[in-house]
């Protein structure tokens, strides 16, 4: 004959399992739920950010990189177009917030400094790099971006619209996760802005 203790303790540490078991799915779905609601998976790349990420790769991009900190100079970003917020363009922000920027045919300079951009843009020093001139001083909140590849896509970032206002910018693009063969985190290439006064 079995003993009541033994059927009591059987039946409560079936419970504790199942509690267990409820716990753990639980656990499962919340952190499933929560990388869903970070992170986001951009696959619509074209040709304007090469090298850094090229046609046909797939980016993942944090949207919850920018909630403590503010996007940096040299970030790749995923934005939403201010005329069009429905077109999704990866990014290089080049200026942030109170920073002066000149766009010359030749050059790119901020806070007075011209940056040697070669290795993410492919160009050399005083090569033509860009059709569109100007200069510009941004407000708060506001950030240039532009196309790696400067010549041939200058009408779709910040020459195109201006300064993009920070509610624009959804995300940071991390990491280069398809194909496989060619993962790899997306560099901000931070020495090119290290002697740029200010933030």
């Not at 970003?77 to 920027?101: E, F, H, W």
């Not at 045919?105 to 290795?119: C, F, I, K, M, W």
């Not at 940071?172 to 200010?198: C, Q, R, T």
Request: proline share 5%.
């Amino acid at each position: 004959m079995i003993r009541t203790s033994t059927l009591n303790r059987s039946a409560q540490e079936r419970r504790a399992h199942l509690m267990r078991e409820l716990v753990e799915v639980l656990l499962f779905v919340g952190i499933v739920f929560a990388a869903v609601s970070v992170t986001q998976s951009f696959g619509d790349v074209d040709t304007s950010m090469s090298p850094a990420v090229n046609l046909d790769q797939r980016i993942l991009v944090n949207k919850a990189a920018y909630i403590i900190a503010n996007p940096g100079r040299g970030d790749v970003v995923l934005i939403a177009v201010p005329q069009n917020p429905s077109q999704l363009l990866l990014r290089r922000v080049i200026a942030v917030p109170g920073d002066t920027i000149l766009v010359t045919a030749t050059s790119v300079s901020v806070n007075g400094v011209t940056l040697d951009e070669q290795p993410y843009t492919g160009i050399a020093m005083g090569q033509p790099e860009s059709q569109i001139i100007g200069k510009y001083t941004l407000g708060q909140d506001q950030y240039w971006v532009m196309a790696d590849q400067r010549l041939a896509w200058s009408n779709s970032d910040s020459r195109a619209f201006g300064p993009l206002s920070r509610k624009n910018i959804i995300g940071k693009a991390e990491l280069v996760y398809w194909p496989l063969h060619d993962i790899h985190m997306i560099d901000n290439f931070g020495g090119v802005f290290s002697n740029v006064p200010g933030r």
